[in-house]
Structures are given as structure tokens and as C-alpha cells.
């Protein structure tokens, strides 16, 4: 049997934080995949996570060593941004197939190399764009498609962290941005809405605590304009100043009327930090545009409501399903990979922005 037809895939699992907990325990769920080791720099980490899967998985301290030792099929990485690349590369030189936690890289060029050698190696690489998964995300972007163009979409997911969520923020922040850690899943979203080439982005930042390292800022935002004259925003801040007055904004608006994520219960005060309420939808609000010969709407308000509301455990289930079929079907990720850098090439292009005074031109 070839690698792809086996009864299971074997995985390794790399990092054990929020992330890689929940593709763990969708690995660990699944009969057709088979966890043989767990990567972390801290073996703590590691025992606390076989603890509550009830297993005993191999536990490695050193990347390169567990690629030898455990021999897995495929690799899942979910550790810290800069770490990406490396992994991702040494990952796939080793013949895997490959899940990669967004970004996929901190720099376009090594997600462009890591793209390269998939195609090369003839492996499978996703990304982990959550909100691909989610049934009323999907469906929002549906709704979209029937505003017209363009669209103007204003997004954002500001954080007021404490505690061990301050901690996990201020960690990811030694080598990388809310704007840009946050902002491709959002971005994704605003390139599948409008099917367009960005052409140009502008961005803003600032720092709000002197605990972050030199030249770090927890809050940022970007403007991205495309080819079609759509435009959109999004904003992100991590720290325990943060806001949570509006933090919690999805909103689309094209001439033919709006679409809006209504999610009363995930906007609520202290959910802001919440890893289950950042996919929450609970409810589209659709608005039509369209006036009588009075002047009056011709259409109410729709309220739509959509049975199936997976939790944060459920969408990583769902995306490693996907991960699976990747493999198992020989899914054509091009477009996916393709997207990725996309959505890459434009959060960093906010954070030059930012750190330049100017406006990016994307060529």
C-alpha cells in the first residue's frame, strides 16, 4: 500500500498549547489517524496533554530527532510562528504531508519556499483557516456574493487578555503581531468575498505595554483596497488594556445591502479573550437596500439561524476530516496554498506599512 491508502496515518504532533491541544484531540478521536509522538520544548506540557487524552504518547524535546525516531506519515505544527518554516521544511525534506497552524510562515518568502517544495515533494499541505470549516462563516461569505460590488468589509477581534492568556499573548508577540498572527484569517475571508487582487494596504500599530520586546506593538490595524474597488479593514490588539466596547465586529456591506454576524452572547464583557467565542456566529443578519416608489424598504431584515454551531474541539475536528480527505483523496490544494500566501503577502504588507509611513503597493 502506498503511504496515502494505509489504514492510518501516523502524526506528529508539534506544540501542545491552545491550538495543538484541539488537533490532538481530533488526531487522537479519529481511527484513521495514529498520534506517535508529541513534540514540545517543555515535556510538561507534553504529560499534561497525554493526561487528558488518557494515553501515553511518545514525548520528544528535539524536532529533527522525532522526524527520525517516530517515522510519522504526516506532521501537525502548531507551535509558535517563527518556528513554522523550519519545521514546515525539514517536515516535508522528510517525505510528510503536512498541517500547518496559520501563518504559515512569518516571511512570504518562506511560505513561497515551503509551497515550492510541497509542489516538489508532491505533499499535501493545509493551513489551519478555522473559519473554512465553519458552516456560518461559509455561509456568510455565500451572502456576500449577492451585494454586489464593491464591498466594503469591516472586521475586527480585539483580545483583553489576563493571566495565562496575557502569557501565551506576550510569547507570540516575540516574533510576531496581533495584525499579522489574527489578521490572515480574516483577510482569507475578504479575498473568498471578493474573488479579487488586492492591489494596495496601509496599516497602523501601536504599543500599549512596555512588556512586549523592542520594536513589538499589541494593537494594529490594516486597509487593504482591491482591483474591483472593494475595500475592507481589520483590527486586533492583544493585553489586558484592551477594549472589549466593539471588539467583536464582522460586517460586509455591498450597494444591494449588508450582511452582519450578530453574536450577542461571544461580544459579551470577558469573552473577548475567549477561544470559542472567536468563531461564534449564532446569527447572520441580512439588510436589503432596495426602496418602493416611497422611499421605503422594500425588504425586512432577515435574521438567519443555522443549526450547526461546532465549537472550537469540533472545527479542529473538522479541519484535520479535511486534512485527511487531503491525503487519502489527492485534493488539489493549489488554490489553498495559493490563498495562504495571499493572505500573508497582505498582513505583512500592513506591517511594513506601519513601520515605513507608507502605503504598500502589491505587485
Known amino acids: 500500500m502506498t503511504q496515502e491508502t494505509k489504514n492510518t496515518v501516523k502524526v506528529l504532533c508539534v506544540g501542545a498549547g491552545n491550538m495543538g491541544r484541539s488537533h490532538a484531540l481530533a488526531y487522537h478521536k479519529e481511527p484513521s489517524f495514529e498520534i506517535v509522538g508529541i513534540c514540545t520544548r517543555s515535556k510538561a506540557s507534553a504529560d499534561t496533554l497525554n493526561a487528558e487524552l488518557e494515553s501515553s504518547y511518545p514525548h520528544f524535546s528535539d524536532f529533527e530527532a522525532a522526524l527520525r525516531d517516530a517515522k510519522p506519515d504526516a506532521v501537525c505544527i502548531a507551535s509558535y510562528p517563527d518556528t513554522h518554516a523550519e519545521f514546515a521544511k525539514l517536515a516535508l525534506e522528510a517525505g510528510c504531508h503536512l498541517f500547518v497552524e496559520k501563518p504559515l510562515a512569518t516571511t512570504v518568502a518562506d511560505a513561497e519556499e515551503i509551497v515550492a517544495l510541497a509542489k516538489a515533494k508532491q505533499r499535501k499541505v493545509v493551513i489551519g483557516y478555522i473559519l473554512r470549516h ?6 456568510f461569505i455565500e451572502l456576500t456574493q449577492d451585494l454586489g460590488k464593491p464591498l466594503v468589509m469591516r472586521m475586527n477581534l480585539n483580545q483583553q487578555s489576563s493571566g495565562s492568556n496575557w502569557e501565551t499573548h506576550k510569547n507570540l508577540m516575540s516574533s510576531i503581531s496581533p495584525i499579522v498572527d489574527c489578521g490572515v484569517h480574516y483577510v482569507d475571508v475578504m479575498c ?29 490595524q490594516l486597509q487593504v483596497t482591491f482591483e474591483d474597488g472593494s475595500v475592507g479593514w481589520y483590527e486586533a490588539g492583544w493585553g489586558p488594556m484592551m477594549s472589549e466596547t466593539a471588539f467583536f465586529v464582522k460586517d460586509v456591506v455591498g450597494p444591494k445591502g449588508c450582511v452582519s454576524i450578530v453574536a450577542d452572547k461571544a461580544s459579551d464583557d470577558g469573552k473577548s479573550a475567549s477561544v470559542d467565542a472567536h468563531t461564534q456566529t449564532e446569527a447572520l443578519k441580512v439588510h436589503h437596500s432596495k426602496l418602493d416608489e416611497k422611499g421605503e424598504f422594500v425588504k425586512q431584515d432577515e435574521m438567519i439561524h443555522l443549526d450547526d454551531e461546532p465549537d472550537h474541539d469540533e472545527l479542529c475536528a473538522r479541519e484535520q476530516a479535511y486534512f485527511l480527505r487531503a491525503m487519502t483523496d489527492d485534493i488539489d490544494l493549489n488554490e489553498h496554498l495559493d490563498d495562504a500566501v495571499n493572505s500573508m503577502r497582505i498582513v505583512l504588507a500592513a506591517d511594513e506599512s506601519f513601520r515605513t509611513g507608507k502605503t504598500i503597493e502589491l505587485t
Open 134 to 139: 465553519h458552516p456560518s462563516w461559509e455561509k
Open 192 to 220: 473568498q468575498m471578493t474573488r479579487s487582487r488586492p492591489v494596495r494596504v496601509s496599516g497602523i500599530g501601536a504599543r500599549l505595554s512596555n512588556e512586549l520586546p523592542a520594536g513589538m506593538v499589541n494593537y494594529g
